[in-house]
T-cell receptor, first 114, second 115 residues
Framework: GDSVTQMEGPVTLSEEAFLTINCTYT??????LFWYVQYPGEGLQLLLK?????DKGSNKGFEATYRKETTSFHLEKGSVQVSDSAVYFC?????????????FGKGTKLTVNP | NAGVTQTPKFRVLKTGQSMTLLCAQD?????MYWYRQDPGMGLRLIHY???????AKGEVPDGYNVSRLKKQNFLLGLESAAPSQTSVYFC??????????????FGPGTRLTVL
């Protein structure tokens, strides 16, 4: 079935370090892919998205490229800040015959130390 | 715009009690969703609605009921609460399925504890 697998956390980095959070997916159709971020005590916010193969989503210095050949959508940031500390969720959305299926990964907690 | 709001923010129930969680959105969105978030499990879809008067089951619907009598509101009901329903509940909404409409906006969550 359709699923999303993202790297287990927690991830702890120092400020200005490079970040990669891996995400791979399994889907029967052609999904849209998303990264959501959840700051402590808040709901999820869309960070970036990509709707077709080779699309690159970007926002706030974060980037992710939709790789159909490797079924991946890895999240990257060149230089993290303390304010990036949060839980990050990879997700996919598939629409088939007018109905939709949404699947979230289990989340990766990122802590950035000064 | 307030976006997506949830009521209440916190609640403690005893086993067997009932309650209703309210989700409201002021963005004229068609689609609304209820998720639960548990440690190590990510978000799991409970029920969703594709428009006023419609509801559908998600991944984990047992023990919950929903109603969408008005477009802006999506209610989640627990008829007889169980400790396994202790969780953080999130409501989300979005405008549509195509292109940039396909972005969910989340509420701040309701933390429910069932004793």
């Amino acid at each position: 079935g359709d699923s999303v697998t993202q790297m287990e956390g927690p991830v702890t980095l120092s400020e200005e370090a490079f970040l990669t959070i891996n995400c791979t997916y399994t889907a029967t159709g052609y999904p849209s892919l998303f990264w959501y971020v959840q700051y402590p005590g808040e709901g999820l916010q869309l960070l970036l998205k990509a709707t077709k193969a080779d699309d690159k989503g970007s926002n706030k210095g974060f980037e992710a490229t939709y790789r159909k050949e490797t079924t991946s959508f890895h999240l990257e940031k060149g230089s993290v800040q303390v304010s990036d500390s949060a839980v990050y969720f990879c997700a996919l959305s598939i629409t088939q015959g007018g109905s939709e299926k949404l699947v979230f990964g289990k989340g990766t907690k990122l802590t950035v130390n000064p | 715009n307030a976006g997506v709001t949830q009521t209440p923010k916190f609640r403690v129930l005893k086993t067997g009690q009932s309650m209703t969680l309210l989700c409201a959105q002021d963005m004229n969105h068609e689609y609304m969703y209820w998720y639960r978030q548990d440690p190590g499990m990510g978000l799991r879809l409970i029920h969703y609605s594709v428009g006023e008067g419609t509801t559908a089951k998600g991944e984990v619907p047992d023990g919950y009921n929903v109603s969408r009598l008005k477009k802006q509101n999506f209610l989640l009901g627990l008829e007889s609460a169980a400790p396994s329903q202790t969780s953080v509940y999130f409501c989300a909404s979005k405008k549509g399925l195509a292109g940039w409409y396909n972005e969910q906006f989340f509420g701040p969550g309701t933390r429910l504890t069932v004793l």
